[in-house]
């Protein structure tokens, strides 16, 4: 069983760390608890990886580097975060 940080503890590691990065650029850091910043973080790393080749830019890949898997997701987590705020906002 490989428990590097290419399987899913390092998704879970890297999308927590991502999600807090985004939650404090996008100043929800108070709203969000450990879970949702997994949650934000992996999905910003799904969304940010579907959208860097429409722009011409390669996605991450297993041969990585981890600081490139976490700047991909941080981005794409960002993005998630500036749609929900734009959807659930109560102004």
Do not use: E, Q
Not at 19 to 38: E, F, P, Q, Y
Not at 58 to 86: H, P
């Amino acid at each position: 069983m490989d428990v590097g940080l290419g399987g899913w503890l390092g998704t879970i590691i890297i999308g927590g760390l991502a999600g807090w990065a985004a939650s404090k650029v996008m100043h929800t850091d108070k709203s969000m608890g450990i879970v949702l910043n997994v949650v934000v973080g992996v999905v910003g790393a799904i969304v940010a990886n579907a959208l860097l080749p429409l722009i011409g830019l390669s996605g991450t890949t297993d041969s990585s580097s981890i600081v490139v898997k976490f700047l991909v997701a941080a981005v794409g987590a960002v993005v998630v975060l500036f749609i929900a705020k734009l959807l659930f906002s109560r102004k």
